[in-house]
């Protein structure tokens, strides 16, 4: 946990992030949204205001030039009264150059014109009030005397001396033309400004003659912009509509050229201006507004944000919170967030989802803990309390016991009465042992049938045996599942903790040694003993060291004969397994084949000397040794049906032996552990070829019945019945009525232990048809069976003739 | 040249000293031009009229009648004015300029004692125009609606014979004519390209308001 932290970024800058992501999001976003707004809007204003510059502009122009017009008309109509005036007239046909200049200039002054020129029908000069040397010359605007000819007038703006005049052309009349007066009207400053003062523009005319500057003439612009003017002018920039953007004096102008006028080598223009500034004026005044609302809707939007923000990260990290506390393990405490939004949900499903958690959580620790079979506590739980009331002990000095036991043949149950019946019966043993128990006492099931108790006894050392009796007498009762009786009794391992073992595993498997001694010395409880550990120890050891023995051949075979008292023949060999142990020498079967039937590991040995027997009895077969071969299976043996038959078969085929060379013995009481798995084998043996042989008959306590069911070929009578013989009648008897039974029942009977000349004789005169002994032939090796039974054909052949020589 | 040959079978088939000079004017058209002066000056020389008689050229309705006067040099002219307002004669004619200021009834005589053509003009009506030919001759006519005139009683002799019309772009070359016998009659055509003369404005006449 402590590692994990590190790793985690840091919380708060995390959720400062967020809330910071969420202002800076909407920022941006109404930035680039205002900042878009204010482009298209300034740049629409700006087109408006252009727009509507040009359209007062337009309008401007017309006005100008209708205003132009208009003045035309009027210094038109003044002309053509000046030249019907009579005096005037008559002093033009005085044909006196000097009268008719004076009266031009009299006549003219009262218009207010600033040339006046008079020309002849024949358009020569006749007077000119600004020079008597054009008199005679031709008159330089032919076509307005043309156009006056035959309209009565004309007039143009003309350039005459470096001035824009308006020049108006009319015939004086007699009343026929007898000559035409031009009028020149100067358009200065004045004009201008007249026609300023109508349109609100700015008015300039301008001149050029070809191949010159441009040159003003007058204008309503201040002398200084003038200058500046003529510059930016003359830059030959074309825009469409006629409009072009001209800066004077630092202002920007619209500025549209109205063309007056072409004649001759002139060009004369106005020039009709509006200021942008002042047409742009509203629309900065929109655009400042814009501004400043965008900075107040940024403050209030960065504000806005920043609660909104809060309202989200605050529940959030109180979440956050919770969520910690829930990798902690603590699923207590509830986020408390009173909100009904999103995050309200959100918390409001992270408390059900802390409900779910817990209550899930303790689910899996009753199963973890629980056995699901009895609803006791299970092996883990036993073992955390265990631990738990060690060290209680331990700091306050008590004692405590643990009882560990299982049922005697409880596999027995499971298998004859099936798992449900034995699972019934493990929910009662469960309960009944509960029942004997304090409350303080732990009772628990370790798994198959094994349970243990723990007691907290802090109190005398017999405490434990008393309960292991309660418990021993709590089972005493028939058990009755599913309609069936069946007696369950229990071997109960005690262990005491300080002295048998300073931890749990120690004390269990203390306790689980004196089960062991229980079940073996079939006494019910046992407490441990140390003496006892000690053996097993020995016990363990010698485990390995047959598992070794199995594999590094220390075991061997020895060969007992059958005597066949017929005829005194040996007819079979019995196989039987010595251990020659490297460092203890020579051990008897009697010393390792009970121990290896109770760890299973006789099915080991079993196939060993199965496959070893086989092979010599193949090998004696080939040289013409016709002895059966007999073995000794364990009743465990016969449980592994299949395997046995299988392997005995592949071993007779492999070693080329009939199968009736082969005889199988099986004690009487192996046989009575699984009488029916025993009685499938058995019959599967004999239906292959293979003979059969119950060994160490009388001891197993079977039923006539039953042996009558088997499919066995031999009866074997029990060494102990044999050597009695001679010291109880009764022993004789039974080997008698044994053999006579065996005979009626179709059986070989086979006789052990025979170890006297007089049980020989005894067997002879009961009938029975086979002897082995060591009074007829101790157990050896092969290769001195074979010289013995060299010998005793000849020792046969000579008793033989002793006998006959007896007789 | 058939034109001559022509001209000349028709001059011997006149009466000596009685001859007769008709003269046919059209325009460029071929359309007969009235209105246009038409004289004949003798080889001999030019001629004054002695002890002639006043031509009178009335103003009727505010206009000049009639439109072209012709007349030999050295005849008075009476300006008569039978409107019921004033009128104010002028002429700024190099041949004859003067002004009968302001007046109604009867005028003073103008004598009319050079060649040329003197426009009429009334300083109070610009529209109201009329024209005076002087020549120099007794031989003069005006083409009538059909754009003839006859010179009667010419004596025999050799005539430039001129024609002159108002309206005329130019001025049309002068023919000459011979008339052997005193009853000849001669007849001369002329093509004149005139204009077609702006009529100036002329306001309704209000009677109550004279």
Sequence with gaps: ??????????????????????????????????????????????????????????????????????????????????????????????????????????????????????????????ADTRDEGLTGKPFVFPALVEQSASTGKASSTVLIDGHVQQLVVVPVLAPDPIAYVALGFEIDDGVA????????????????????????????????????????????????GGFRILELGGEDYESRTAPLAIDGGAEIVALLQKSLEVGLAPFRRISTSFFWLTLAGLALLVAGSLVIARSITRPVSKLAEAARRVKEGDYKRHVDVDQHDEIGELAVSFNHMLDGIESREREILRLAYEDGLTGLPNRAMFNTQLDQAIRTARRGGTQLSVLLFDMDRFKAINDTLGHPVGDQALREVGTRVRRVLRDSDIVARLGGDEFAVLLATGGSSSAPRVVADKILKGLEAPFVVDGQQMDIAASIGISTFPEHGADAPALLRAADVAMYDAKRSKVGYTVYDPTHDERRQEFLTLLGELRRAVESEELVLHYQPKMSLADDRVTAVEALVRWAHPTRG?????????????????????????????????????????????????????????????????????????????????????????????????????????????????????????????????????????????????????????????????????????????????????????????????????????????????????????????? | MSRLALLAAVLCACPAGAATLEIQVRDAAGAPVADAAVYAVPASGPADARSARTVSIEQIEREFIPFVTVLQTGTPVAFPNRDPILHHVYSFSPAKPFEIKLYTGNSPEVVFDKPGVVTLGCNIHDWMIAYIVVVPTPHYGRTDAAGAARLRDLPAGGYEVRAYHPNQRAAAQPQTATLDSPAANARLAFAIDTTQRKARYKPPLDRAKY
């Design chain 1, 193 to 240: 400004r007249e026609l300023n003062q109508l349109t609100g523009l700015e008015v300039s005319f301008m001149s050029r003659m070809r191949g010159t500057g441009w040159q003003i003439h007058s204008s309503t612009l201040a002398a200084s912009l003038r200058g500046e003017l003529i510059e930016a002018f003359a830059a030959p920039v074309a825009e469409p």
């Design chain 1, 586 to 807: 020579f051990i008897p079967p009697a010393e390792f084949i009970p121990f290896a039937e109770q760890t299973g590991y006789i099915s080991a040995i079993t196939r060993w000397v199965l496959g070893k027997a086989i092979d010599q009895c193949g090998r004696w077969h080939r040289e013409g040794l016709n002895v059966r071969m007999c073995v000794n299976v364990s009743a465990r043996d016969l449980r592994q049906e299949d395997t046995l038959v299988q392997y005995t078969w592949a071993a007779l085929l492999a070693a080329e032996v009939p199968p009736g060379m082969l005889c199988l013995e099986v004690t009487e009481s192996g046989l009575m552990e699984d009488p029916k798995s025993a009685q499938s084998t058995l019959r599967k043996l004999r239906d292959l070829g293979i003979e059969t042989s119950i060994d160490d008959y009388g001891t197993g306590y079977s039923s006539l019945a039953y042996i009558k069911q088997l499919a066995v070929n031999e009866l074997k009578i029990d060494r102990a019945f044999v050597s009695g013989m001679e010291a109880d009648k009764r022993n004789a008897a039974i080997v008698r009525s044994t053999i006579e039974l065996g005979h009626n029942l179709g059986l070989t009977v086979v006789a052990e232990g025979v170890e006297t000349e007089h049980e020989l004789a005894q067997l002879r005169h009961f009938g029975c048809d086979i002897a082995q002994g060591f009074h007829l032939g101790r157990p050896m090796s092969a290769e001195a069976l074979e010289a013995w039974l060299a010998a005793a054909r000849g020792r046969a052949l000579g008793s033989r003739a002793s006998a006959l020589r007896s007789e």
């Design chain 1, 1 to 126: 946990m402590e590692a994990a932290t590190p790793a985690d970024p840091p919380r708060g800058r995390r959720l400062r992030s967020l809330g910071a992501r969420l202002v800076i999001f909407f920022v941006i976003l109404l930035v680039l949204v205002q900042g878009l707004g204010a482009f298209l809007v300034i740049r629409a204003n700006s087109q408006i205001a252009r727009q509507t510059i040009d359209q007062e502009l337009g309008q401007g122009e017309r006005v100008f030039r209708q205003l132009l017009t208009q003045r035309q008309a009027r210094l038109e109509q003044a002309a053509a009264i000046l030249s019907a005036d009579f005096a005037f007239r008559q002093a033009i046909a005085t044909n006196n150059t000097g009268t008719i200049i004076s009266v031009l200039r009299n006549h003219g002054a009262r218009v207010g014109a600033t040339v006046m020129t008079l020309v002849d029908l024949d358009r020569a000069v006749r």
